[in-house]
């Protein structure tokens, strides 16, 4: 079964982290499988929305892309921590990015409309501030056309995508008959919203299910709160407790009952209907739980100096506002502690933040570094402190997953 969500409408796509990937796309002609996996039997089907694939240091194609008129519409995936930036006002994607702007300004100037995915909220505005910083140097001219030509589309994705295993190729191939290299593994929920303008057009994705609306402002915060904060919440406290996945943490007694006491929390100061959000609950636990996909916690853990900040903090300050210091983000808090001393840190910031956890006054000094007002918090930071311990306590009494 051969899937696309519009045929007028191709891909060109880039991946600035894996060569070997689009290597394997143009053998395979861009063509890949989409492996879905629930509690059932596994389905696939492939999609052959990629028209041409290419590695992010192939800079000349990259800048010809950009330039061209017949390009409509810029997707990006590069995660929360692509977003910072260097001293110099420049960062790595953001500067990939502007240097294609760039050279679409001087071909002509045709509009654009860039379409951020990544887990943060108002992600079409954090996009628009990060090229403004970006490009605060350039030519008066080329920042102008910016404002007026680049429209910056909001968006929320929801789906559970884990990382391909070793036999995923090999089921896809059973299922289809295409001798896949790059297969894609999900779940079968899915749920992609956007707003915002397209100047050029776009591609019909509602046939694909996608969403367009007006505010996408509770959406975002009922997605950023209750499916990642969670996953930030596992990410840290299971692998502690001996869990490697999100399904065996969610069937530990602990961190189930962290996650059912984070979502309690979070959904006092949600802006959804509380209907809406019980039905959301009800659905991440079957989601969480399935046996189908396995979703590595170290996988999630990746990056927590810039996730921490947006799913779990904006929680924590509104009920520390409120004279309540409630027991979960106090717990995740803790467990990302624990992660930074004792395991292989994926994060931007590592180099700082390990050397941080490993100080006198740990928790103090880690805080500090997301936000000097949780690190003047005394209890916020004992009850840290303390945390940390009853995890390490917990540890030794926990039952195998």
Not at 58 to 75: F, H, M
Not at 121 to 147: C, K, M, Q, T
Not at 185 to 208: I, Q
Not at 356 to 366: H, K, N, P, Q, T
Request: proline share 6%; glycine share 8%.
């Amino acid at each position: 079964m051969y899937t696309t969500a519009d045929p007028e409408w191709g891909i060109a796509a880039y991946t600035f982290r894996n060569t070997e990937l689009p290597r394997l796309l143009t053998e395979q002609d861009g063509l890949y499988t989409l492996l879905l996996r629930g509690n059932g039997a596994p389905r696939a089907e492939i999609v052959d929305s990629i028209s041409r694939a290419h590695p992010g240091g192939d800079t000349g194609r990259w800048l010809a892309d950009l330039a061209s008129p017949d390009v409509a519409v810029l997707t990006l995936t590069i995660t929360e921590a692509g977003y910072r930036v260097a001293a110099d006002g420049t960062g790595t994607a953001i500067d990939r990015v502007l240097a294609g702007l760039r050279a679409r300004h001087r071909a002509g100037g045709a509009p654009i409309a860039l379409v951020p995915c990544d887990n943060l909220p108002g992600n079409g505005g954090v996009l628009r501030e990060a090229l403004g910083r970006a490009a605060a140097n350039e030519d008066p001219g080329f920042r102008s056309w910016i404002e007026e030509n680049v429209s910056f589309v909001d968006t929320v994705v929801d789906r559970i995508t884990p990382a391909t295993a070793e036999d995923d190729s090999v089921t896809a191939a059973e299922l289809t008959g295409f001798d896949d290299h790059a297969p894609v593994v999900t779940e079968p929920f899915n749920e992609w919203l956007l707003a915002g303008d397209f100047p050029l057009g776009r591609p019909s994705w509602e046939h694909a299910g996608a969403r367009f609306v007006d505010d996408l402002a509770a959406y975002e915060q009922r997605k950023l709160w209750l499916l990642n904060g969670a996953h930030t919440l596992l990410a840290y406290v299971g692998p502690t407790l001996g869990c490697t996945t999100v399904d065996e943490a969610v069937r530990h007694p602990v961190p189930a009952a962290l996650t059912e006491s984070w979502w309690d929390t979070a959904t006092r100061h949600a802006s959804l209907p509380a209907e809406d959000l019980a039905g959301y609950r009800e659905r991440l636990l079957r989601r969480f739980s399935s046996r189908g996909i396995r979703h590595n916690l170290v996988q999630i853990a990746a990056g927590g100096s810039s996730k921490i900040p947006a799913r779990i903090l904006p929680v924590l300050r509104a009920e520390r506002s409120r004279q309540r210091l409630p027991e979960a983000p106090v717990a995740t808090l803790a467990g990302w502690l624990i992660h930074l001393r004792d395991r292989q840190v994926d994060d931007p910031r590592a180099d700082e933040l390990v050397s941080l956890a490993r100080s006198d006054d740990a928790a103090r000094r880690v805080l500090s570094a997301l936000d000097a007002d949780l690190a003047d918090d005394r209890e916020l930071i004992t009850a840290v402190d303390d945390y940390v311990d009853h995890l390490r306590h917990a540890a030794d009494r926990s039952p195998s997953t």
